[in-house]
């Protein structure tokens, strides 16, 4: 599986975002995706993962804020991302992985990434 992440860009805070992720086959096919995010000297932590029913989880720096979505008929990956705060600043990562009694389990399918920078 091909992903092909966009969206990033540089928003003020309290601004809004949305990035998408393509994946190259049908998402019928895979039973989740995420968007994750490192930050410099940081390790990549998950945002939010959904499955391919649109069963989602949060990490809690999110929750409230940002929404993740799926378009089966695309094989797209959202996350709108609203209220942003700088610590969002970072690269976002899109990965095909397993989301199962609420926990997303990482494949070995990641997107090139995309940066967010978010100004005060």
């Known amino acids: 599986v091909q992903l092909q992440a966009s969206g990033g860009g540089l928003v003020q805070a309290g601004g809004s975002l949305r990035l998408s992720c393509a994946a190259s086959?049908?998402?019928?096919?895979?039973?989740?995706m995420a968007w994750f995010r490192q930050s410099p000297g940081e390790r990549r932590e998950l945002v939010a993962g959904?499955?391919?029913?649109?069963?989602?989880v949060y990490a809690d720096s999110g929750k409230g804020r940002f929404t993740i979505s799926i378009d089966n008929a695309r094989n797209t990956v959202y996350l709108q991302m609203n209220n942003v705060k700088p610590e969002d600043t970072a690269v976002y990562y899109c990965?095909?992985?397993?989301?199962?009694?609420?926990?997303?389990?990482?494949?070995?399918?990641w997107g090139q990434g995309t940066l967010v920078t978010v100004s005060s």
């Open positions: 086959r049908s998402i019928f096919s895979i039973n989740g």
């Open positions: 959904i499955s391919s029913r649109g069963d989602a």
């Open positions: 990965n095909v992985g397993r989301l199962d009694s609420n926990t997303y389990y990482p494949y070995a399918y």
